[in-house]
């Protein structure tokens, strides 16, 4: 299923994305919006139906890459993968949003630049809610249905149907 669709499809896309075309596989939904310059550098990515891409995202990394539909991605929004990253369909990232899969190790005796990386994959459920600032770091699971404050570093798995918030989510109440 995956494969460059028709030039006329990569051409209308591509006015309004960046780096986007050489070597990737792309398969998309229809109804994928683009307000420039957002930048796609991704080998595997796979975009659903009515998909909006606000100013500069930058999604990059040879994982592979999932955006259901009806997803909404706020302005300057970074997303790196990997291995793999999942976001469900009618989720809302906000601006300033930064989601990854991987982390640099820090042992000790070993330059930072030259430390090998850790990478687990990251998924964002369905009708999920990151306010601006989030932090998605790498082998969360933020369940379908949750809400993360704005500014919030999410470490670890957040339930379904929460609200998590500050820099160390903890369960604010439940949404039912």
């Not at 957002?38 to 100013?55: C, D, H, K, M, W």
């Not at 570093?153 to 929460?162: H, I, L």
């Amino acid at each position: 299923c995956w494969g460059v669709k028709s030039n006329y499809m990569v051409n209308k896309v591509a006015k309004r994305i960046r780096g986007f075309l050489i070597g990737m596989r792309y398969e998309g939904g229809k109804g994928l919006k683009s307000y420039a310059p957002s930048y796609i550098e991704a080998p595997n990515i796979r975009f659903g139906n009515n998909v909006t891409l606000f100013p500069n995202v930058h999604i990059f990394g040879s994982g592979r890459i999932e955006i259901g539909d009806n997803v909404v991605i706020g302005d300057g929004t970074v997303i790196c993968a990997a291995k793999s990253i999942s976001i469900g369909s009618d989720s809302m990232i906000a601006a300033h949003c930064a989601i990854y899969d991987c982390n640099h190790g820090m042992h000790m005796g070993q330059v930072m630049r030259e430390q090998p990386l850790s990478i687990r994959p990251t998924a964002i459920g369905s009708n999920c809610w990151l306010g601006v600032g989030v932090n998605v770091l790498a082998g969360v699971t933020i369940h379908d249905g949750c809400v993360v404050g704005a500014g919030t570093t999410v470490r670890k798995d957040c339930p379904g149907n929460s609200i998590v918030s500050e820099s160390c989510p903890h369960l604010i109440k439940s949404r039912s």
